[in-house]
């Protein structure tokens, strides 16, 4: 099975960032004590286009679930990437089902889940958070709202990924391929090519100081019919807390499920842990449950502190995250548990 998290596979992460190399920067040595703001992160190489189009909103003043609405919409309408929004690979039953929410420093929030037929689930989510009293609506009663307040009813299965999930279909093995040594195989040899990892969170600060975050993912490919992973559950695949600071995570999400990852990670950086330390403390608790596991699956968690410092760590290498800023406008490489 390929999961929508082929971020899962460490071979295909291993192998997308070499293709990518050029990109990346080392972290540079920066003033430990000061941050950025305006300032938005996101995970994947991908996110650098969702970042610049979230800058429009921050350079010019605007509010940030405004910039990181705007910034996340971008891979949502790219049937390119196959792991968020349009585009996504289906379930096992062809479905294209997606998944996503959004919050803000002060905790108001709003989510989707198992949404069909809704290009950008990032904004309906935003609705949730605005028009009713509720946090999550999820399946026909989510359609049925976004239907309400204008959205538009569209087929979101592509004939690129409607081709790779009958191509799935003649063998339905429903197991990821998560090994060390899948690391040499070229990664345009499986559906999506190099570049397709995962879910895009975005974590923002704007000029006021105000924090923000959104996450958004069509979920795992050749999932059951009905799962939801992490990324719309405000705890697990988002958390923002404008008194500590904003996480996201990536990779498999039952496993960010059990641990409420992004919440872990801002409540560490609540009591004065740093971002990149804060990450590396949820992965080494998800790690040590059981490590023989964890050499066959992968997680990473990016952070962003109040005063606008980042950080990023994952199980495995290759697990990439875009800054945009004031000075920077770059893809980095989170460190790894496992080297």
């Known amino acids: 099975m390929f999961h929508r998290r082929k971020f899962l ?26 941050g950025e703001q305006p300032i938005v992160i996101s ?15 921050l350079s010019s003043g605007g509010n940030v679930l405004d910039a990181v609405e705007a910034g996340v919409k971008v891979p949502e309408a790219d049937p390119e990437n196959h792991s ?3 585009g996504g690979y289906p379930d096992r039953d062809g479905k ?9 420093g002060n905790l108001n929030c709003g989510s989707v889940a198992f949404l069909e037929h809704i ?3 990032i904004s309906v989510a935003k609705l949730v958070m605005e028009k009713t009293p509720h946090i999550m609506l999820v399946g026909e009663g989510a359609l049925q709202f976004a239907l309400a307040n204008g959205f538009q009813k569209e087929n979101l299965l592509t004939p690129e990924a409607e081709k790779a999930w009958k191509e799935w279909l003649k063998t339905s093995k429903y197991a990821p391929v998560i090994n060390i040594e899948n690391q040499k195989k070229d990664p345009r040899q499986l559906p999506g090519g190099p570049h397709n990892h995962d879910t895009i969170g975005m974590l923002a600060i704007d000029a006021k100081g105000m924090m923000g975050g959104a996450c958004t993912t069509s979920g795992a490919a050749w999932k059951l019919h009905g799962r939801v992973g992490d990324s719309p559950i405000i705890g697990a695949g988002l958390y923002v807390d404008g008194e500590a600071g904003a996480a996201t995570s990536s990779g498999l999400g039952e496993e960010v499920i059990r641990t409420c990852g992004s919440h872990a990670v801002v409540e560490m950086m609540r009591s004065g842990t740093k971002p990149e330390a804060a990450c590396k403390k949820v992965v ?3 790690v040590k449950r059981d490590v023989e596991r964890a050499k066959g699956l992968q997680v990473g968690f990016l952070a962003l502190d109040k005063k606008g410092r980042f950080g990023a760590y994952a199980i495995h290498k290759g697990f990439t995250y875009s800054v945009k800023s004031a000075s ?12």
């Not at 995970?43 to 909103?57: I, L, P, Q, S």
């Not at 294209?96 to 803000?104: F, Q």
């Open 9 to 34: 596979q460490a071979s295909l992460l291993s192998s997308a960032s070499l293709l990518v190399n050029k990109s990346f920067a080392a972290l540079p040595r920066r003033d430990e004590e000061k």
């Open 43 to 57: 995970t994947w190489d991908f996110g650098r286009a969702a970042n610049a189009e979230a800058w429009k909103v």
């Open 84 to 86: 968020v929004g349009y």
């Open 96 to 104: 294209v089902t997606l998944d996503a929410c959004i919050m803000d």
């Open 119 to 121: 290009v950008h689930p």
């Open 284 to 286: 080494e608790r998800i």
């Open 328 to 339: 920077i406008e770059k893809v980095f490489e989170a460190e790894s548990y496992f080297k």
